[in-house]
């Protein structure tokens, strides 16, 4: 039995912001396999009963009215939220509290939890798409992992659809720099693996490989990819930098008329033509090949520069950031390749295996990083072949 913990309190002004990963999940797990933890507003909002749906590259159905009545919710109470709603300035200070360090009010909920699950079934792992420290405390406790989901930087319908999961964090205080050395490791003593060359994972990932191949110069010395203000990646993630400072960073030593600056789709605020050129790209592939270098906070937009074979500097906290130029400049060239192999192959999953039971007690039993990679690149590879 798995148990998922979607954040609460939190919406930014649009609902319950993981409603569709509830969804999601009561539909792939069942009822059986599957409890509920979230505030009561993610258990009122209306479905559609058993309807087909497609979100963020995720296709499932909705969960009938005889399986949502079948899977335990467990509502936590407005009240330990509180104090986190007196002592916050905003939304999205009370957001970065709970992305970035305890809550007690909200530990000893879930301990509380924990206790009454152990007691009957203990729980496989717990499932949560945000880092929360006060849930990972509440976790430990009690012996029950958790495994952190999110979206993965390859979306259709450009790329094959992949996701994050990790056992550590997720956009942040992730495993991604340690998984990355260790299969590094574990394939100096495997005689048959041969890295994979970028050419050859963009014919993997890539639904138009010929996209990356430089067919002119590049017009701009930098470019600087913005993130949506008030995404967990900026609210808690960032190092400390804003928007603002990531273009002055692409913008050293060169003019403000050398760096394109792309907002992200789903940002808020316009950056104006005195800090660089406002990017009109159709799309990041087009944005990345404009560009000599890109910097990035923590964006997806990192992985596909670096399928890109471009230059990317990573100053927020994020599973690329050891591949950032600044911390591969002293890596050889073989090793830098096979921490992009496990990077693009082994630290991300393919988007089929979201919510997937067997795959998830799979991870459970700690395969070696070279089985998760071998593992997902057949998977990767069946995709492309369309078998």
Not at 239 to 262: C, Q, S, W
Request: negative net charge; charged residues 20%.
């Amino acid at each position: 039995m798995f148990v998922t913990f979607l954040m609460p309190y939190i919406d930014r002004g649009q609902g319950p912001i993981f409603h569709w990963v509830m969804t999601a999940q009561m539909a792939k797990f069942g009822p059986a396999e599957l409890t509920v933890i979230a505030d009561d507003r993610y258990f009122a909002l209306p479905l559609d009963w058993g309807k087909e749906r497609f979100a963020f590259g995720v296709h499932y159905r909705h969960p009938t009215s005889t399986e949502w009545n079948a899977t335990r919710k467990i509502a936590l109470s407005r009240q330990i939220f509180d104090e986190l709603e007196r002592d916050s300035r905003s939304m999205l200070d009370a957001y970065r509290t709970l992305l970035s360090r305890d809550y007690p009010p909200l530990r000893k909920a879930l301990c509380e939890i924990f206790s009454s699950l152990v007691s009957r079934e203990r729980p496989e792992a717990v499932l949560s798409w945000c880092n929360v420290p006060s849930l990972e405390l509440a976790a430990a406790e009690y012996g029950i992992p958790v495994i952190h989901n999110e979206l993965g930087p390859f979306r259709e319908p450009h790329y094959q659809g992949t996701i994050y999961f990790d056992f550590d964090g997720v956009n942040g205080r992730t495993s991604a720099a340690r998984d990355m050395a260790a299969f590094r490791d574990e394939v100096r003593i495997q005689p048959e693996f041969s890295a994979l060359d970028l050419t050859a994972l963009a014919q993997i990932f890539l639904n138009d490989p010929a996209r990356i191949r430089p067919h002119s110069a590049p017009e701009f010395k930098a470019g600087a990819a913005l993130q949506v203000e008030d995404d967990s990646n900026m609210i808690a993630f960032n190092n400390g930098l804003t928007n603002f400072e990531l273009i002055f960073a692409a913008r050293k030593g060169i003019r403000p008329e050398d760096v394109l600056v792309r907002p992200h789709p789903h940002g808020y605020l316009a950056y104006g033509p005195k800090l660089g050129v406002p990017d009109n790209s159709s799309d990041s592939l087009h944005f990345i090949s404009r560009c000599e270098k890109i910097f990035c906070t923590n964006s997806s937009v990192i992985f596909e520069a670096l399928l890109a074979g471009k230059p990317v500097f990573v100053l927020g906290d994020s599973p690329a950031a050891a591949l950032s130029s600044d911390r591969t400049s002293g890596m050889s060239r073989e090793d830098l390749l096979i921490f992009l192999n496990y990077a693009f192959a082994g630290y991300l999953a393919p988007i089929s295996v979201l919510f997937d039971a067997a795959y998830y007690r799979w991870r459970l039993t700690y395969p070696s990083h070279y089985d998760i990679y071998r593992t997902h690149l057949e998977l990767f590879r069946k995709t492309r072949s369309g078998a």
